[in-house]
Protein backbone atom coordinates (compact mmCIF):
# COMPACT_ATOMS: atom_id res chain seq x y z
CA UNK A 1 0.00 0.00 0.00
CA UNK A 2 1.23 3.70 -0.69
CA UNK A 3 -0.10 6.37 0.92
CA UNK A 4 0.42 9.96 -1.01
CA UNK A 5 0.11 12.71 1.54
CA UNK A 6 -0.23 16.26 0.28
CA UNK A 7 2.48 18.82 0.71
CA UNK A 8 3.87 19.27 3.30
CA UNK A 9 19.01 -8.89 12.63
CA UNK A 10 18.55 -6.82 15.76
CA UNK A 11 18.35 -10.08 17.85
CA UNK A 12 22.40 -9.66 18.63
CA UNK A 13 21.45 -6.51 20.28
CA UNK A 14 21.50 -7.15 24.18
CA UNK A 15 19.14 -3.90 25.38
CA UNK A 16 18.92 -4.14 28.99
CA UNK A 17 18.58 -7.07 31.66
CA UNK A 18 15.22 -5.74 32.96
CA UNK A 19 12.54 -5.22 30.47
CA UNK A 20 11.93 -1.56 30.91
CA UNK A 21 8.53 -1.73 31.05
CA UNK A 22 -9.35 4.61 33.13
CA UNK A 23 -10.33 6.73 32.17
CA UNK A 24 -8.89 10.29 31.04
CA UNK A 25 -9.28 12.19 34.75
CA UNK A 26 -10.41 15.37 33.38
CA UNK A 27 -12.69 16.66 30.76
CA UNK A 28 -9.54 19.27 29.69
CA UNK A 29 -7.19 15.98 29.59
CA UNK A 30 -10.00 13.82 27.22
CA UNK A 31 -10.26 16.88 25.08
CA UNK A 32 -6.14 17.12 24.93
CA UNK A 33 -6.14 13.68 23.75
CA UNK A 34 -9.15 13.95 20.82
CA UNK A 35 -7.33 17.74 19.46
CA UNK A 36 -4.08 15.75 19.54
CA UNK A 37 -5.51 12.81 17.54
CA UNK A 38 -7.51 15.24 15.00
CA UNK A 39 -4.27 17.42 14.29
CA UNK A 40 -2.89 14.54 13.19
CA UNK A 41 -5.71 13.39 10.75
CA UNK A 42 -3.92 14.64 7.49
CA UNK A 43 -5.32 14.34 4.01
CA UNK A 44 -4.47 11.59 1.81
CA UNK A 45 -5.15 9.77 -0.76
CA UNK A 46 -4.34 5.87 -0.86
CA UNK A 47 -2.85 4.24 -4.38
CA UNK A 48 -3.37 0.74 -4.79
CA UNK A 49 0.56 -1.13 -5.39
CA UNK A 50 1.85 -4.48 -5.16
CA UNK A 51 0.36 -7.67 -5.88
CA UNK A 52 -3.49 -8.49 -4.60
CA UNK A 53 -3.62 -4.87 -2.87
CA UNK A 54 -7.08 -2.98 -2.38
CA UNK A 55 -6.91 -0.13 -1.06
CA UNK A 56 -10.18 2.25 -0.53
CA UNK A 57 -10.31 6.02 -2.39
CA UNK A 58 -10.64 9.00 -0.33
CA UNK A 59 -9.44 6.92 3.06
CA UNK A 60 -7.40 9.13 5.47
CA UNK A 61 -4.34 7.99 7.06
CA UNK A 62 -2.77 10.18 9.96
CA UNK A 63 0.03 11.69 10.18
CA UNK A 64 0.99 14.68 12.00
CA UNK A 65 3.75 17.40 10.25
CA UNK A 66 6.09 17.09 13.29
CA UNK A 67 6.01 13.31 13.22
CA UNK A 68 7.16 13.26 8.94
CA UNK A 69 9.96 15.82 10.07
CA UNK A 70 11.08 13.06 12.20
CA UNK A 71 10.95 10.53 10.08
CA UNK A 72 13.56 12.35 7.80
CA UNK A 73 15.44 13.30 10.37
CA UNK A 74 15.55 9.13 11.98
CA UNK A 75 16.35 7.76 8.33
CA UNK A 76 19.60 6.64 9.68
CA UNK A 77 18.37 4.74 12.16
CA UNK A 78 16.74 2.06 9.35
CA UNK A 79 20.09 1.77 6.97
CA UNK A 80 20.43 -1.23 8.93
CA UNK A 81 19.80 -3.87 11.61
CA UNK A 82 22.89 -2.77 13.39
CA UNK A 83 21.71 1.07 13.80
CA UNK A 84 18.34 0.68 14.44
CA UNK A 85 19.66 -1.67 16.72
CA UNK A 86 21.92 1.41 18.52
CA UNK A 87 19.17 3.59 18.69
CA UNK A 88 16.57 0.87 20.47
CA UNK A 89 19.25 0.13 23.09
CA UNK A 90 19.79 3.56 23.32
CA UNK A 91 16.17 4.34 24.19
CA UNK A 92 16.06 1.56 26.27
CA UNK A 93 19.18 2.76 28.82
CA UNK A 94 17.65 6.14 29.22
CA UNK A 95 14.16 4.51 30.18
CA UNK A 96 16.31 2.45 32.44
CA UNK A 97 18.11 5.82 33.93
CA UNK A 98 14.72 7.13 34.76
CA UNK A 99 13.16 4.16 36.43
CA UNK A 100 16.35 3.85 38.28
CA UNK A 101 15.98 7.51 39.49
CA UNK A 102 12.45 8.18 40.15
CA UNK A 103 12.54 4.72 42.63
CA UNK A 104 15.75 6.45 44.38
CA UNK A 105 14.07 9.81 44.87
CA UNK A 106 10.64 7.45 46.23
CA UNK A 107 13.53 5.76 48.64
CA UNK A 108 14.66 9.65 49.83
CA UNK A 109 10.88 10.68 50.05
CA UNK A 110 10.04 7.65 52.77
CA UNK A 111 13.16 8.42 54.82
CA UNK A 112 12.38 11.78 55.15
CA UNK A 113 8.57 11.08 55.67
CA UNK A 114 9.80 8.17 58.84
CA UNK A 115 11.99 11.09 60.42
CA UNK A 116 10.44 14.24 59.93
CA UNK A 117 6.57 14.81 61.33
CA UNK A 118 5.75 16.52 58.53
CA UNK A 119 2.44 15.84 56.40
CA UNK A 120 4.41 17.60 52.60
CA UNK A 121 6.78 14.77 52.98
CA UNK A 122 4.43 12.20 54.12
CA UNK A 123 1.57 13.05 51.51
CA UNK A 124 5.03 13.01 48.51
CA UNK A 125 5.61 9.64 49.81
CA UNK A 126 2.31 8.19 49.71
CA UNK A 127 2.12 9.82 45.87
CA UNK A 128 5.56 8.56 44.75
CA UNK A 129 4.63 5.04 44.34
CA UNK A 130 2.21 5.63 41.62
CA UNK A 131 3.81 8.13 40.00
CA UNK A 132 6.97 5.49 39.72
CA UNK A 133 3.90 2.99 38.43
CA UNK A 134 2.68 5.21 35.72
CA UNK A 135 6.35 5.59 34.17
CA UNK A 136 6.93 1.92 34.61
CA UNK A 137 3.72 1.24 32.84
CA UNK A 138 4.43 4.01 30.22
CA UNK A 139 8.26 2.71 29.70
CA UNK A 140 7.41 -0.45 29.20
CA UNK A 141 5.10 0.38 26.41
CA UNK A 142 7.42 1.76 24.86
CA UNK A 143 9.84 -0.65 25.27
CA UNK A 144 7.48 -3.61 23.67
CA UNK A 145 6.42 -0.99 20.90
CA UNK A 146 10.57 -0.78 20.38
CA UNK A 147 11.24 -4.55 20.83
CA UNK A 148 8.53 -5.20 17.90
CA UNK A 149 10.15 -2.84 15.69
CA UNK A 150 13.38 -4.30 16.03
CA UNK A 151 11.85 -7.94 15.78
CA UNK A 152 9.72 -6.77 12.15
CA UNK A 153 12.91 -4.77 10.72
CA UNK A 154 13.45 -6.81 7.87
CA UNK A 155 9.86 -7.68 7.17
CA UNK A 156 9.09 -3.99 7.13
CA UNK A 157 7.89 -3.39 3.50
CA UNK A 158 5.20 -6.01 4.35
CA UNK A 159 3.15 -3.68 6.65
CA UNK A 160 3.02 -0.70 4.05
CA UNK A 161 4.83 2.95 2.96
CA UNK A 162 4.02 6.49 2.90
CA UNK A 163 4.88 9.15 0.34
CA UNK A 164 5.90 12.19 0.70
CA UNK A 165 7.06 15.18 -1.26
CA UNK A 166 8.78 12.43 -3.64
CA UNK A 167 10.33 10.58 -0.73
CA UNK A 168 8.74 7.29 0.15
CA UNK A 169 8.97 5.78 4.28
CA UNK A 170 7.75 2.55 5.31
CA UNK A 171 5.00 2.74 7.40
CA UNK A 172 7.39 1.23 10.28
CA UNK A 173 9.79 4.41 10.15
CA UNK A 174 6.90 6.75 10.26
CA UNK A 175 5.88 4.22 13.95
CA UNK A 176 9.46 5.09 14.98
CA UNK A 177 8.74 8.44 14.02
CA UNK A 178 6.15 8.72 16.55
CA UNK A 179 7.70 7.27 19.25
CA UNK A 180 10.98 9.25 18.68
CA UNK A 181 8.74 12.73 18.87
CA UNK A 182 7.55 11.54 22.14
CA UNK A 183 10.41 10.66 23.89
CA UNK A 184 11.02 14.67 23.16
CA UNK A 185 8.44 15.41 25.96
CA UNK A 186 11.17 12.95 28.31
CA UNK A 187 14.08 14.84 27.41
CA UNK A 188 12.35 18.44 27.18
CA UNK A 189 9.85 18.03 30.29
CA UNK A 190 9.70 15.22 32.27
CA UNK A 191 14.05 14.76 32.93
CA UNK A 192 13.88 18.30 34.25
CA UNK A 193 10.91 18.16 36.15
CA UNK A 194 12.53 14.83 38.22
CA UNK A 195 15.61 16.50 38.33
CA UNK A 196 14.22 19.67 39.89
CA UNK A 197 11.43 17.31 42.43
CA UNK A 198 14.38 15.13 43.23
CA UNK A 199 16.63 18.36 44.88
CA UNK A 200 13.70 20.30 46.24
CA UNK A 201 11.27 17.75 47.02
CA UNK A 202 8.07 20.29 47.46
CA UNK A 203 4.39 19.39 46.44
CA UNK A 204 4.75 22.03 43.98
CA UNK A 205 7.96 20.28 41.76
CA UNK A 206 6.47 16.82 42.35
CA UNK A 207 2.81 18.38 41.18
CA UNK A 208 5.11 19.33 37.91
CA UNK A 209 6.92 16.39 37.46
CA UNK A 210 2.89 14.22 37.49
CA UNK A 211 2.02 17.06 35.09
CA UNK A 212 5.06 16.53 32.40
CA UNK A 213 4.36 12.44 33.41
CA UNK A 214 0.49 13.17 32.37
CA UNK A 215 1.60 14.83 29.44
CA UNK A 216 3.73 12.25 28.40
CA UNK A 217 1.19 9.72 29.07
CA UNK A 218 -1.52 11.28 27.02
CA UNK A 219 1.02 11.54 23.75
CA UNK A 220 1.21 7.98 24.20
CA UNK A 221 -2.52 7.45 23.95
CA UNK A 222 -2.67 9.12 21.21
CA UNK A 223 0.47 6.54 19.51
CA UNK A 224 -2.06 3.30 21.20
CA UNK A 225 -5.56 4.65 19.82
CA UNK A 226 -3.69 5.03 16.39
CA UNK A 227 -2.32 1.43 16.54
CA UNK A 228 -5.54 0.11 17.55
CA UNK A 229 -7.51 1.75 14.81
CA UNK A 230 -5.15 1.67 11.65
CA UNK A 231 -2.55 -0.46 12.15
CA UNK A 232 -4.06 -3.49 11.45
CA UNK A 233 -1.48 -5.50 9.56
CA UNK A 234 1.29 -4.88 12.84
CA UNK A 235 -1.41 -6.02 14.88
CA UNK A 236 -1.68 -8.75 13.24
CA UNK A 237 2.08 -9.80 13.43
CA UNK A 238 2.01 -9.44 17.31
CA UNK A 239 1.62 -5.73 17.88
CA UNK A 240 0.32 -4.83 21.02
CA UNK A 241 -1.62 -1.18 20.93
CA UNK A 242 -1.24 -1.17 24.68
CA UNK A 243 -4.23 1.35 25.62
CA UNK A 244 -5.58 -0.07 28.46
CA UNK A 245 -2.35 -0.02 30.03
CA UNK A 246 -1.03 3.68 29.07
CA UNK A 247 -5.43 4.40 30.48
CA UNK A 248 -3.83 2.66 33.81
CA UNK A 249 -1.04 4.87 33.68
CA UNK A 250 -3.04 7.71 33.65
CA UNK A 251 -5.02 6.52 35.86
CA UNK A 252 -2.35 6.27 38.38
CA UNK A 253 -1.32 9.38 38.08
CA UNK A 254 -4.34 11.20 38.63
CA UNK A 255 -4.57 8.87 42.07
CA UNK A 256 -1.28 10.85 42.52
CA UNK A 257 -2.34 13.97 41.58
CA UNK A 258 -5.19 13.65 44.16
CA UNK A 259 -3.10 12.49 47.27
CA UNK A 260 -0.93 16.15 47.32
Known amino acids: MVVNIDARNISSVIIAEEAIGAEVATTAAGEAVATEIAASEASATLVAEGTGAAVTEGAVEAVAPEVIEAVA ?133 VKLLVSSLQEYCQKLKVISIRIKDKEQKMVAAGLNDHVGDVDTAITDLVVSANSF
Not at 79 to 97: C, D, I, M, P, T
Not at 104 to 127: P, V
Not at 149 to 165: E, I, L, P
Open 73 to 205: ANRTFWQSAQAFGKWVAKEAVELSFLEAGARAFEAALDTIAKKKDGKDAERLAKAMPNINEALKKANDCVSDWNLWMSRHFDTRAQYGVVQVDGHTFSLLEVFQAQISTVSLCLTQKVYPATGVASQSMTLNT
